[in-house]
């Protein structure tokens, strides 16, 4: 959001639209404020600069962008989560197994001292 | 075909109850209406500059009974060609005395001097607004809603209603535009 910059003074102004009424300074779909700029001035005095039509695109472009390699991160740590899940239970038997072998090596040790 | 005359009407199907929901007030000289992307709609509304809540500005509620608001537009064309849309409201309110009397006092003023905007919420969830001043920074031809042929009374009997049924009219060239900007955007913006 840091190509919508909202003047100071207007930080706690409100313009209704989106489905919301929350102070401008608190928004967080300013590039739908932003698009209406473009064809009422009256919108475009809220920002330090309103951004291009091509910089709204573009910045919704990169929106989507970040929500799909986000989701695909999501199935990545997902997927190896499920890994160690399954690997777990094979380390635990193994541990078991080795104890009995110890003690007996350790008994015949004493008996010839 | 030489001109588009005329394009389908095929809404989406929606849970579409009568009647009002919600009404409030405005002086259209105090906001701005941004026109959406789709035709016949509003998809912002802002404050003018100079225009605060403090200040005494904003959308005014209107309570009035449950199921007793009615919004109506009479279309004529006359035979040069122009159109005509008759607005009506009309709103069922409670309680004859001091506090109605004031506020019919306050707003036949507005209505005979200045620019009565209303914002009217559907119970089928849209919004329509008429009356109004200012869109897209550009003052429009005037859209003159007045408040005329109001009718206060008693009742008589206890179950009659005691109160007022408020009547605002108004002509335009169109029907009224919906605003797209939700419920909770003109709730935000209500006078204190």
């Known amino acids: 959001m840091k190509i919508f910059k909202i003047k100071e003074e207007h930080k706690s102004a409100i313009v209704g639209f989106n489905g919301s ?8 779909d300013l590039d739908v404020l932003a698009e209406m700029a473009h064809h009422n001035k009256n919108l475009a005095k809220y920002f330090e600069e309103l951004p291009t039509m091509e910089a709204i695109k573009a910045y919704r472009a990169g929106e989507i962008v970040e929500a799909i390699e986000a989701t695909g991160a999501e199935e990545r740590v997902q997927e190896a989560e ?3 899940e399954v690997s777990a ?4 038997t193994e541990t078991v197994e080795e104890t009995p072998t110890e003690s007996k090596r350790g008994k015949k040790g004493n008996n010839r001292a | 075909m030489l001109t588009q ?4 009407y095929n809404p989406t199907c929606i849970n579409n109850a009568g009647g009002i929901s919600r009404a409030w007030l405005f002086d259209a000289g105090d906001f701005d209406f941004t026109t959406g992307g789709t035709a016949a709609t509003y998809s912002a509304v802002a404050l003018m500059a100079g225009a605060t809540i403090l200040g005494g500005s904003g959308f005014f509620p209107i309570k009035f009974n449950h199921l007793e608001g009615e919004y109506k537009a009479t279309h004529t064309q006359n035979t040069n060609g122009s159109n005509e849309y008759a607005h009506t409201v009309s709103l069922q309110v409670q309680i004859l005395g001091a506090e109605l009397t004031n506020f019919m006092e306050l707003n036949q003023k507005a209505s005979a001097c200045g620019l009565l905007g209303i914002v009217l919420e559907l119970n089928n969830g849209k919004i329509i607004v008429i009356g109004e001043s200012i869109v897209n920074a550009v003052v429009i031809p005037t859209f003159r809603i007045r408040l005329d042929g109001s009718e206060l009374g008693s009742g008589k009997a206890w179950g009659d ?9 108004g002509m335009y060239n169109r029907g009224a535009y919906e605003f797209t900007g939700g419920v909770s955007a003109i709730i935000a913006l209500e006078a204190s």
């Open chain 1, 82 to 84: 499920e890994a160690t």
């Open chain 2, 5 to 8: 005359v005329t394009a389908k």
């Open chain 1, 89 to 92: 239970p094979d380390q635990v």
């Open chain 1, 21 to 28: 009424g929350l102070p401008l300074g608190k928004r967080n």
């Open chain 2, 161 to 169: 209603n005691n109160g007022a049924t408020l009547s605002f009219k």
